[in-house]
C-alpha cells in the first residue's frame, strides 16, 4: 500500500494540491466534498452528446460513463464527461475533482496521474467497491491523453477530440 503522507514533489502542482486538499480531510469533510463536487461537473455540450459513443464509453464501471477529451488548439486537454450524476454522485464527484486538476493542462499533467490516485483521493471513506470502476476512469483520461501527446508530438495537434480506438 503506498505511503499516503509521502510528498507529492514530483507531481504537477494542479494534482499535488487535489491530493494534499483530500489528504488533510476526515471521511465527514471528504463526504462533504465529494457532493459539493459531484454538483460542479460541467455539463456535456450539446455537440457532443449526439455523438457515437462507442468511443468515449468506460465499459469497466457499473454506472455508465462517456468521457470526452477535447484538444484545444494551444495543445492542453479539456475533459467533458457525460454521467448520471443523481444516480452516481461519487463517480461525478471524483470526475469534477479530477477535471479540475487536469483540465486545460497539457496532457502531461493527466499522465502524471499517480497509479494509487483514486487509493488517495477515497481513503478512509469505505468505498473500496467503487475504486475499480474509478481506476478504470482514470486509466482511460490517461489513455486520451497518451493519444493526445503523440498527436501534438507529430505536430497533429489540430483541435477536435481525441479518441481511443478499440477504445
Not at 475533482?97 to 499533467?109: H, I, K
Request: charged fraction near 25%; hydrophobic fraction near 45%.
Amino acid at each position: 500500500m503506498a505511503d499516503l503522507s509521502a510528498p507529492t514533489g514530483a507531481l504537477p502542482p494542479s494534482i499535488a494540491r487535489t491530493l494534499d486538499r483530500f489528504r488533510a480531510l476526515g471521511r465527514e469533510e471528504k463526504m462533504q466534498a465529494l457532493v459539493g463536487y459531484a454538483r460542479r461537473l460541467e455539463p456535456l455540450p450539446e455537440r457532443l452528446a449526439a455523438l457515437d459513443r462507442a468511443e468515449f464509453t468506460v465499459p469497466e464501471c457499473q454506472t455508465r460513463v462517456d468521457l470526452f477529451p477535447e484538444l484545444r488548439p494551444d495543445g492542453t486537454l479539456h475533459f467533458w464527461a457525460d454521467v448520471n450524476v443523481r444516480q452516481s454522485p461519487t463517480i461525478a464527484a471524483v470526475l469534477a475533482v479530477t477535471f479540475q486538476a487536469v483540465n486545460d493542462q497539457p496532457p502531461a499533467t493527466t499522465l502524471a496521474i499517480p497509479a494509487d490516485y483514486v487509493r488517495q483521493l477515497m481513503a478512509g471513506m469505505g468505498l473500496n467497491a467503487r475504486e475499480v470502476g474509478l481506476e478504470a476512469m482514470i486509466a482511460r483520461l490517461k489513455r486520451h491523453a497518451r493519444l493526445a501527446a503523440e498527436r501534438v508530438e507529430r505536430g497533429d495537434a489540430a483541435p477536435g477530440l481525441v479518441a481511443a480506438p478499440g477504445a
